[in-house]
């Protein structure tokens, strides 16, 4: 498969298994639909509204020829007691990279909780097969509550896309299984986020320090509080 189609399906593999228990709506990301950085770098930007849980966003990025491509799904819940899932997903050559995160930005921790973080822990040892490719230490490292990183060639791309939907489909189900904050709670759960999100603007990260270098920082930020996490 080659790494735009690769690309592709990994991508509306995430969005069906979403759109199977939750009413995705796409919003204009206006402006920011389409970026281009270093003249060779565009990505097309795709956000949603997640009914009851909060702003999903998906980009697409693909690098002068079809060589190397990149796709970046991001879940930023504000209405549930759930942690912000981001989804990188990296080919290139013939070489993949999985990085897929979540990010504890819980005010309180439950045993439903902790129950699911658990189980989206113990996904990245079914697959123990495909090497391991942990990034480099980062300051929000305290902040990950569970991780798969895993790497593989362009004929993994079966078991890496597998990988990909037990994560998604596992995080979906922790949605589906978590009630609804209070409106005191989600402006408390969206005080966190926001926290966050500023923190990685300001603190940096291997992507955000790119968008820095070719956007600025006060662009950076605009982006990712309107459209990348929906906190703005």
Not at 54 to 78: D, E, I, K
Not at 177 to 202: H, S
């Amino acid at each position: 498969m080659n790494n735009t189609r690769a690309m592709n399906t990994a991508v509306e593999t995430a969005l069906s298994i979403l759109r199977e228990g939750h009413r995705l709506t796409p919003v204009d990301p206006g402006h920011f639909g389409t970026i281009k950085i270093c003249g060779v770098m565009k990505f097309l930007v795709e956000q949603y509204a997640m009914e009851g849980v909060g702003n999903l966003s998906v980009m697409r990025m693909r690098m002068g020829l079809p060589l190397m491509t990149m796709a970046t799904v991001v879940v930023t819940p504000f209405e549930k007691n759930l942690p912000l899932m981001s989804a990188d997903l990296i080919y290139m050559m013939g070489r993949r990279k999985v990085y897929i995160e979540f990010y504890d930005l819980a005010a309180q921790k439950d045993e439903r909780y902790l129950r699911h973080i658990a189980r989206l822990a113990s996904i990245s040892e079914r697959y123990a097969s495909l090497p391991p490719c942990p990034p480099a230490p980062a300051w929000y490292d305290h902040l990950l509550a569970a991780t798969v990183y895993r790497s593989g060639k362009a004929g993994d791309d079966g078991q890496l896309l597998d990988l990909l939907g037990d994560c998604i489909r596992g995080y979906s189900e922790m949605c589906a299984d978590t009630p609804r904050l209070d409106v005191p709670k989600q402006a408390e759960k969206r005080r966190i986020t926001v926290g966050y999100v500023d923190g990685l603007v300001e603190r940096g990260g291997t992507s955000t320090n790119l968008f820095k270098k070719a956007l600025g920082e006060d662009i950076t930020r605009e982006f990712f509080s309107k459209v990348l996490f929906g906190t703005g």
